[in-house]
C-alpha cells in the first residue's frame, strides 16, 4: 500500500490520498529539570547527592586512607638512586580545580584530591607516583616533594593503641591453641593469619602509624609482653601434644598447620616479646624472657643480644650482623656458633670484672637446663616423637629469630675511625619496616633503630623517623624475612637499598663478603 508523510499538526506537509496510510512522527520532548523524579534530572540528583556526601567529611576518610599509601609508595621510591626519587617526586601533577582543598574550606573538588602516574624511574623500581592535595600548592600547582609529603603523613596518622598490639599479638596463639583441640577452621585461621593475612593488610590498607607520645602510660604495655611470654610457654607443650600425642584427633595435614603456624608465632611474636622482656630492669620480666628462649633451646641469645649484640653490632666483632653478599645459609652457620660463644665470653668477664663479686647462678647453667627440663617435656607429652617435634618447633623459631638478625643489619656498617675503633652507633645502622600491622603483631619490632638508640624505651614508645635518617625496607619484615631465603633474588633487591645508603651515609667499611 502507498505510504504518505505526514507532520505535525500545525506544519505543512503532504496529505493522506485515497488508499494511502499515514504515518505520523511523533516530536521529541525536551527534558524537564524542574519537576523531581524525571529522567531528564537524574545526573543533577545524583551531583547533588554526591556533593552532599563531599559536604559530610567523607573525603577526609579517603585521605588519611591515601596517606598511608603514599607513605608505603614514598618507601617503595627510596629504592632507587637519590636522583631519581626525586624524580619520583617530581612527576607528581595536581588535577584539582581552583578551590583549595582544606579541612573547613570548599569541598567542590574533593573527588579529584588525587592523581596517579607511573613515575620516570631510570631502574625500573616500578613505584607509582601519588599526590595529596594537601601537599599540593593549588593556586601555582608548584609542588612541595618529598618534605611536604612526610609532613602530612605526620599530620594524617595516629599511633597504634595498646588494643591493636594486643589483638595483633594475641588473636593467632589462640586460634592455635583452639586448633589444637577442634582442628579445621581455627587451625587454617591461625595459620594464614601468620603466613599471609598481616602482610595482605599492610599492603591493601596500607596506613600511617605517627609515634606515641612520650608520656603515654606504658604499665598496660607491660602486661602485653607477660601475655605473650606465658602464652609461649603453654603453646609448646599443647603443639608438641597436637602433633604427636596419641589421643590428638588431628589429620596429617592438620599436624602439619599446627607446626608451621606455631614455629612462625613462636619466631615473629613470642621471639619479640621475650627480647623485650630480657632488656626489662624487673627482674621476674627477666627471667620470663629467659625462659621463653630457653624453652625455644635458644637461652643464650638472652646474653649475647645484650652484651655483645649491642655494643659491637654493625662492626665484625658481632655476630648477629650479616655483612653484604653473604647469604643467609652462611649466616646463621656463623651467628649460632658464633653468638653462643660470645655470649658466653661476655658473661664470664662480666663476674671477672666485678668487684663485689657476682653470685647469681651463671646465666648459661640456666639456658642449658631450662632446655634440658623442656625436653623431658616433651618426651613426657609425645615420647620419642614429642622430643622430635619440640626439637623441630625450636629450630623452627631459632629460624625466625636469626631471619630478623639477618634482615635488620645486613650489609650496613660503622666506620671505623683514625683510633680503630667504631663511630658510635647511630640511627642509620639498622633496617626499619614502618608497615603497621606487622608492626603491632611484632610489638614495634620493625622500628629497630630507635631500639639499638634507646634499648629501654618500651615497644609501643618507640619512634621512626624519616627515611633519610632511619633506613626503611619498603617490604613488611616478614616478607623481607622470606626474600631471604633466596639468596641471588635478596642481593639483586637489596644492591640499591645499599647503594642509596652509603650516598646518603658515606662509611668506608664496605667490602663485599664471597657469597657461600
Known sequence: MPQAESHHPGQKGPVAGPGQRVIT??????????????????????????????????????LRRLAGMAQ????????????????????????????PVTANGPRKARRDVTWRRQAPCGRGCGAAALVLARSCDTMTHKRKGASGMLKMLKKSSRPVPLVAFTLASVLPVAFLALGAAQGGFWLWFGFL????????????????????????????????????????????????????????????????LMF????????????????????????????????????????HHASAHRLVHHRHVATDLDPNSAREGESFYAFVRRASVDSFKAGLKAENDLRARSSSGIRDLH????????????????????????????????????????????????????????DGKAEPVALHHSWNTPHWLTSAMMLNA???????ANPSRPYPLLRLDTPEVTPQLPW?????????????????????????????????????????
Request: charged content about 20%; aromatic content about 6%; hydrophobic content about 40%.
Open 363 to 418: 646465666p648459661y647453667v640456666l639456658y642449658i637446663g631450662g632446655a634440658l627440663v623442656a625436653l623431658i617435656l616433651a618426651l613426657s607429652i609425645g615420647g620419642f616423637t614429642g622430643l622430635i617435634v619440640w626439637l623441630l618447633l625450636a629450630a623452627h623459631a631459632q629460624v625466625q629469630v636469626y631471619l630478623s638478625d639477618y634482615v635488620q643489619h645486613y650489609g650496613l656498617r660503622r666506620v671505623t675511625r683514625e
Open 476 to 516: 613488611p619484615l616478614p616478607v623481607a624475612c622470606t626474600m631471604a631465603l633466596f639468596p641471588k633474588y635478596w642481593k639483586r633487591q637489596m644492591r640499591p637499598e645499599l647503594e642509596r645508603w652509603r650516598s646518603l651515609h658515606g662509611g668506608a667499611d664496605h667490602a663485599e663478603v664471597t657469597p657461600a
Open 25 to 62: 512522527q511523533r516530536p521529541q520532548r525536551e527534558p524537564r529539570h524542574d519537576q523531581p523524579g524525571r529522567p531528564g534530572n537524574q545526573p543533577a540528583q545524583r551531583q547533588q547527592r554526591r556533593r552532599r556526601g563531599l559536604d559530610q567529611g567523607r573525603p577526609l576518610r579517603r
Open 446 to 452: 620493625p622500628r629497630h633503630s630507635d631500639h639499638h
Open 260 to 299: 608451621l603456624g606455631t614455629g612462625l608465632w613462636l619466631g615473629q611474636v613470642a621471639h619479640p616479646a621475650a627480647h623485650e622482656l630480657i632488656h626489662r630492669t624487673n627482674k621476674p620480666m627477666f627471667h620470663l624472657g629467659q625462659a621463653v628462649y630457653s624453652a625455644m633451646l635458644i637461652g
Open 193 to 256: 593469619y601468620m603466613a599471609a593475612f598481616t602482610v595482605l593488610l599492610d599492603q591493601l590498607l596500607p596506613f600511617g602509624t605517627a609515634d606515641a607520645p612520650e608520656g603515654q602510660d606504658v604499665l598496660s604495655s607491660d602486661n602485653v609482653l607477660v601475655g605473650v611470654g606465658a602464652a609461649a610457654l603453654v603453646i609448646l607443650p599443647i603443639a608438641t601434644w597436637a602433633i604427636a600425642g596419641d589421643s590428638s584427633s588431628l589429620s596429617l595435614g592438620e599436624r602439619l
Open 72 to 99: 608505603q609508595i614514598d618507601q617503595r621510591g627510596n629504592r632507587c638512586g637519590q636522583n631519581e626519587y626525586n624524580q619520583h617526586v617530581s612527576a607528581l601533577s595536581c588535577r584539582l580545580l581552583a578551590h
